[in-house]
């Protein structure tokens, strides 16, 4: 089994950054596809940027030119690098992993992690 844990939300000034790691532990090696999803009280959960096992990205209309998404495999870590950063980004961030164990898929969340971001 996976295990997912977020960390590196906090309260940052619109224009600053934040990046947010996402550790992985357990059955690392069948991880397909690693998310960063976002959802605040008023809206459903929306999809920030992946990255694959083959290094493979996708970034949100609202995302892209300002997030990074990048993976360490030596520390089975999936980081969001946030630049430019502006209030409609204020959310709670959650770590998602999709793949196999074994012949099993697994779809595997974080609890979150807080961002926000002042005006």
Same mark, same amino acid.
């Given at each position: 089994?996976?295990?997912? @844990?977020?960390?590196?939300?906090?309260?940052?000034?619109?224009?600053? &950054?934040?990046?947010?790691?996402?550790?992985?532990?357990?059955?690392?090696?069948?991880?397909?596809?690693?998310? *960063?999803?976002?959802? %605040?009280?008023?809206?459903?959960?929306?999809?920030v940027a992946t990255i694959t096992s083959?290094? +493979?990205?996708?970034?949100?209309?609202? /995302?892209?030119?300002?997030?990074?998404?990048?993976? %360490? +495999?030596?520390? +089975?870590?999936?980081?969001?690098?946030?630049? &430019?950063?502006?209030?409609? %980004?204020? &959310? /709670?961030?959650?770590? +998602?992993?999709?793949?196999? %164990?074994g012949i099993t898929v697994f779809d595997? *969340?974080?609890?979150?992690?807080? /961002?926000? @971001? &002042?005006?």
């Open positions: 089994q996976v295990q997912l @844990v977020e960390s590196g939300g906090g309260l940052v000034q619109a224009g600053g &950054s934040l990046r947010l790691s996402c550790a992985a532990s357990g059955a690392t090696i069948g991880i397909k596809t690693t998310g *960063w999803y976002r959802q %605040d009280p008023q809206n459903e959960r929306e999809l083959e290094e +493979n990205t996708y970034y949100a209309d609202s /995302v892209r030119g300002r997030f990074a998404i990048a993976r %360490d +495999n030596a520390k +089975n870590t999936v980081y969001l690098q946030m630049n &430019s950063l502006k209030a409609e %980004d204020t &959310s /709670v961030y959650f770590c +998602n992993a999709v793949g196999l %164990d595997i *969340w974080g609890q979150g992690t807080q /961002v926000t @971001v &002042s005006s």
